[in-house]
């Protein structure tokens, strides 16, 4: 007993601790594994029974994720089957309430069924429609976030079932309505727990290619179960986050994925939604017909209209005899070509008598007539000055020459000399 202690307080408390040197043995770890599967709770998870063995008081099934490759056996009771009213068929769709459990002598790990139930139609739907109304309440249906068509695409790509009816009318009536449409196909499955991930890679690949321009993701009709992979959320993102428009065409018209709400266009059948993405050649055709005759006709009658302003601009006077006209202007250049003149001459001739009679003025004013009219102008002769620094000083009072002073006398003929006998007072005079 004290030896088996010893050891249990030797051993390493958690794996991480163990080592080469001081391992667990097999008997703890599988202990442990035990303890924490056993504390784990129950799943209820959602799958597809592919296979059902009934063995004496147990059944044995396999179930299979909706979308995706992943199946996980399990172990029931079979009073937990003889439950149901409706016994459970392989491909049945189910809800299980998994416990994992773990045999400690054996090492091996089982899921086992506590409970299980048919998924039914109604449940179905009621799923599909809590999802329809989450996603519309994140705004993914709004009108805003659709996309317009081109009005003719350079190819289409073609997500579809392989060698489908579908895919078929698609096709058909697209070359019916345009002979040179182009197609990139991509054929995938659609139902069945690989439809997803298919579509969704179709749809990535297609979204980048260069040349696509609208993508059509199309099935015939089917029971609510082939269609639900057109209700999986992970595809309904995928399809919102595409660049390019998307149309959906998936079934009749009664059936309604949530792939219809998400896509750019919803088309009722995949025969409409070839006569939606490509215009009919023969109706563009008589569209291009009847624009030329609409604007043959708005040319003609432009011509003629203007036609009419011509000939009504022709048949005025003023076109019709422009010489009259310039016979009109060319007696008003006369006119007021003479009345230019009149009013030049009258100008000089004024300005004439002004400038004689300005002269005649200046004249008056001159020194030159007052020395005409016997006036003289006496200076003091250069050097006689009485007031140094002046010359030739204009004698203005007798003070200023008194007697033997040399004078300069100015007169109109002339210049002569003279000299003062002294100065006389004006009352003498």
């Known amino acids: 007993m004290s030896e088996d202690l010893a050891a249990a307080t030797t051993l390493p408390a958690t794996a991480a601790e163990t080592s080469p040197d001081n391992p667990w043995p097999l008997q703890l770890l599988s202990q442990k594994l035990k303890m924490h599967i056993d504390r784990a709770p129950s799943a209820w998870v959602e799958g597809q029974v592919i ?36 016994p459970l068929e392989r491909g049945s769709r189910v809800v299980a309430l998994l416990k994992a459990e773990f045999w400690l002598k054996t090492g091996r790990l089982s899921m086992s069924v506590k409970d299980i139930r048919p998924v039914g139609l109604g449940d179905l739907l009621a799923r599909i429609e809590r999802l329809r109304q989450a996603l519309a309440a994140e705004g993914l249906f709004s009108d805003a976030r659709k996309k317009r068509l081109p009005l003719l695409p350079h190819r289409i790509g073609l997500i579809t079932g392989r060698d489908s009816d579908a895919k078929k009318d698609v096709l058909r009536n697209a070359a019916l309505r345009w002979p040179a449409v182009e197609f990139e196909i991509r054929e995938v499955a659609v139902q069945g727990n690989t439809a997803v991930a298919q579509i969704i890679a179709a749809l990535q690949e297609l979204d980048a290619h260069p040349v696509v321009d609208v993508i059509v993701i199309t099935r015939g009709g089917g029971a609510l179960e082939d269609l639900l992979p057109f209700s999986n959320e992970e595809l309904i993102r995928a399809v919102s986050d595409a660049a390019t428009p998307v149309v959906s065409a998936i079934g009749h018209e009664a059936d309604r994925p949530i792939l219809d709400d998400v896509a750019d266009l919803r088309a009722s059948t995949p025969t409409d939604a070839a006569k939606r993405i490509v215009p009919d050649v023969v109706e563009e055709l008589t569209r291009v017909r009847q624009a030329r005759d609409h604007l043959r006709r708005g040319v003609t009658r432009l011509v003629e209209r203007e036609t009419d302003r011509l000939a009504a601009l022709r ?42 009679h300005l002269r005649a003025q200046v004249r008056a004013l001159s020194p030159q007539k007052t020395l005409d009219r016997g006036y003289a102008v006496v200076q003091l002769s250069d050097g006689e000055s009485p007031v140094p620094g002046t010359r030739r000083e204009v004698v203005r009072h007798p003070s200023q020459a008194p007697a033997g002073t040399p004078l300069t006398v100015r007169v109109a003929g002339g210049r002569f000399t003279a000299q003062s006998t002294g100065g006389q007072d004006p009352a003498d005079s």
């Open 51 to 86: 296979e059902l063995n009934r063995r004496g008081g147990n059944a044995y099934l396999t179930l299979r994720d909706i979308d995706a490759e992943i199946s996980l056996p399990a172990s029931v009771w079979t009073n937990v089957l003889d439950r149901q009213q409706t």
């Open 315 to 356: 048949s005025r006077p003023v076109l019709a005899s422009p010489e009259v006209m310039v016979g009109t202007r060319l007696d008003d250049v006369e006119r007021l070509k003479g009345r230019s003149h009149a009013a030049i001459n009258t100008a000089v001739v004024r300005a004439a008598d002004q400038l004689v």
